[in-house]
């Protein structure tokens, strides 16, 4: 037999690379040889590209629920994108393809079906992005993160496996996440992460509130690509980073209290780590309202205290971190009774379970 080939895609956003890579140690002690398909200047190449995986570049147009003037050409993007993902994958011959959604992830999938190459999908919130909606036809199965989720995929092709996270992400050490951060741990660590891409809404509530933040705790701020405020980096117990990888596990491990916003992928890490943590879900106003629910979800299970963005007002912020802290036994509990469960073995015996053999 031939050795085993995964073809992997997903990407946009950090959200949508970064579980791929919880699952890629387990493949490779399968015997599977990874590849991944992805856009020439998405942030799923820098990702993919460092964990030295063949990296497969093809056209994408991005997909809008808004009027926009490229709403006309990305359409033939999307089209030329099929054609050189068919390109790829009859070259590769891969006995599988694993999808994470993203508007990448659309060509991939449909090429992958176009050559009768299995295809397993990852949906990591309540309901379907477009992406993964549209790709669901052309999917074998599409693996879910949240109960709720199941009944927004037909034809009985859901499954219910949790989200992947990285095995990394538990060997953190708080020590070292203190070192990384410059903090001698005089104060508890809040840590605010609001996504890979950042939130301006988020950076401004906690930098108008930063110097009462100050008084309490040490704080660090994973603010997004060019989001730095060049003004505050030499503020004692303030550590800015735009976007953090290998360095992650060890300043998540040092953090006490998190804020966050509600993507499916970083709510479901913080349950794992049993962090207490204030989400802010990114708002419909620039959404489909998906994290809304995530968060409703977290909030009604007792992981999560949870405020609206057009909750946010002066002085909130440090309110409700006060209040979280008050109150963090409570929500570690829950966590710890949560029977949510780390996904990467449920969706690998998926993908062994439907490759397909040559």
């Known amino acids: 037999m031939n050795k085993l080939k995964i073809v992997m895609t997903g990407g946009g956003s950090a959200g ?73 994958l009859r070259k590769k011959k891969p006995n599988i393809v694993f999808s994470k959604g993203g508007f990448v992830s659309v060509p991939v999938v449909m090429a992958a079906h176009f050559c009768r190459i299995p295809v397993i999908a990852h949906e990591s919130d309540i309901t379907p992005g477009l992406a993964n909606r549209i790709s669901v036809p052309y999917c074998t199965k599409v693996c879910v993160t949240f109960p709720e989720s199941l009944k927004n995929i037909k ?59 100050l008084k309490r705790y040490n704080v660090v701020h994973i603010c997004g690509k060019g989001n730095l405020d060049k003004d505050l980096l030499k ?26 916003r509600a993507g499916a992928n970083v709510i479901f890490e913080l349950l794992a780590l049993k962090k207490p943590n204030l989400l802010i879900p990114l708002s419909k106003k620039s959404s489909r309202g998906d994290q809304i629910l995530n968060a409703q979800s977290f909030e009604k299970n007792g992981y999560s205290m949870v405020i609206q963005e057009e909750e946010i007002t002066s002085g909130v912020i440090f309110n409700k971190i006060t209040e979280l802290e008050k109150h963090q036994e409570k929500y570690k509990e829950a966590m710890n009774s949560s029977p949510a469960q780390n996904g990467v073995e449920n969706i690998i015996n998926i993908i062994d379970k439907y490759k397909r053999i040559y």
Request: charged share 25%; aromatic share 8%.
């Open 16 to 88: 949508h690379v970064t579980p791929n890579l919880a699952l890629v140690p387990k493949l490779k002690g399968l015997g599977y040889e990874i590849e991944y398909i992805g856009t020439k200047n998405g942030i799923e190449r820098s990702i993919i590209e460092k964990e030295k995986i063949k990296y497969n570049i093809i056209a994408s147009g991005k997909l809008r629920r808004y009027i926009d003037i490229k709403n006309f050409s990305d359409p033939f993007k999307v089209v030329l994108g099929i054609f050189q993902a068919i390109n790829i």
């Open 155 to 213: 034809n009985n092709k859901g499954m219910l496996t949790g989200t992947p996270i990285r095995d990394e992400l538990f060997q953190g050490s708080r020590i070292k996440g203190l070192e990384i951060c410059g903090f001698n741990g005089d104060k508890p660590v809040l840590m605010i992460i609001g996504g890979s891409l950042g939130s301006k809404v988020i950076n401004d509530a906690v930098r108008e509130e930063l110097n009462e933040l």
């Open 235 to 260: 503020v004692k117990g303030y550590k800015q980073f735009e976007y953090i990888s290998t360095e992650l596990p060890h300043v998540m491990n040092a953090a006490d209290l998190v804020i966050s």
